[in-house]
């Protein structure tokens, strides 16, 4: 049996598709997406830092021109 794409389908099977899908309210996701977020914050390094002992690109030396 062929694989069946969204593609091959026609417009009429789509919008049925479309239709049955399960659906939320935005104020709901919305609210769900920034409590992950805060949630989460507290480990990210892109919002408290990276350690200097455990950064990886922290340059070794400084460079002097004269």
Same mark, same amino acid.
């Given at each position: 049996?062929?694989?069946?794409?969204? *593609?091959?389908?026609p $417009?009429?099977?789509?919008? &049925?598709?479309?239709? /049955?899908?399960l659906r939320?309210?935005?104020s @709901?996701? =919305?609210?769900?997406?920034?409590?992950?977020?805060? *949630?989460?914050?507290? $480990?990210?390094?892109?919002? &408290?830092?990276?350690p /200097?002992?455990?950064n990886?690109?922290k340059? @070794?030396? =400084?460079?002097?021109?004269?």
């Amino acid at each position: 049996m062929p694989a069946l794409h969204i *593609e091959d389908l026609p $417009e009429k099977e789509k919008l &049925k598709m479309e239709v /049955e899908q399960l659906r939320k309210e935005v104020s @709901k996701c =919305s609210e769900e997406i920034k409590n992950y977020i805060e *949630e989460r914050s507290r $480990e990210d390094p892109l919002v &408290k830092g990276i350690p /200097e002992d455990k950064n990886p690109f922290k340059e @070794k030396g =400084s460079c002097i021109i004269s």
